[in-house]
């Protein structure tokens, strides 16, 4: 005997997200009816996170930096102050360190002990950037985490990880593509990925 479809209902069905995202949907679903949190607060917080923090933050720093050389000195030389110039403050962005990408050097952004993570210019930490994997070997073999990103690198190009910590949080400024001299910061912003600011990633390249 074989269950007929329902069509008198309209919720809506988990089982299209991916096993982490409908456990989130469970259990926001359960704390909600229990009344513990308020759906409409979370709705304003993922919201900020995403659409307000989130990495059009970080790539606006990178496309000022691409453009304007003396920021770039700034950012390089005090990070925290020069994003906090452009608005961009709060959590886990209170101690900044800018690494500028060079033809000879890549840089690339690990949390070791936990996940810190620049939620002010980046947003909501990817769900990789947490996992142990991910975490050691970036470490032990960041070439080979790179390529799985789908980033090879020539072979004198020298691969440099960063651990952030609790005190100091990291922002990578990646190498600005070829062919975006007559761009503004606007266009060039759109161009800097959430990868490439941890390192995991590469600007792209102008259509």
């Not at 997200?17 to 949190?37: C, H, N, Q, W, Y």
């Amino acid at each position: 005997m074989t269950n007929s479809p329902d069509n008198g209902h309209d919720h809506e069905h988990d089982n299209h997200f991916d096993p982490m995202t409908a456990r989130v949907r469970a259990l926001e679903t359960i704390l909600s009816e229990k009344g513990l949190i308020d759906p409409a607060a979370i709705d304003v917080i993922v919201d900020t996170y995403q659409n307000k923090v989130g990495p059009q933050n970080g790539a606006r720093v990178v496309a000022k930096a691409w453009s304007d050389p003396a920021y770039a000195n700034w950012l390089a030389e005090d990070a925290t102050a020069a994003i906090a110039s452009l608005g961009y403050t709060g959590r886990q962005g209170e101690h900044m360190r800018a690494v500028f990408n060079t033809p000879q050097t890549h840089n690339l952004v690990v949390c070791t002990l936990c996940s810190c993570y620049p939620w002010s210019v980046l947003g909501l930490p990817p769900v990789w950037y947490k996992s142990p994997p991910y975490r050691s070997r970036a470490v032990m073999d960041p070439q080979g985490v790179l390529e799985e990103f789908g980033v090879t690198l020539g072979e004198n190009v020298n691969i440099r990880v960063w651990d952030s910590t609790a005190e100091l949080r990291y922002l990578v400024v990646p190498l600005r593509p070829a062919g975006t001299g007559g761009l503004d910061e606007d266009a060039l912003a759109a161009l800097v990925t959430r990868d490439s600011m941890i390192g995991t990633g590469l600007a792209r390249a102008p259509e």
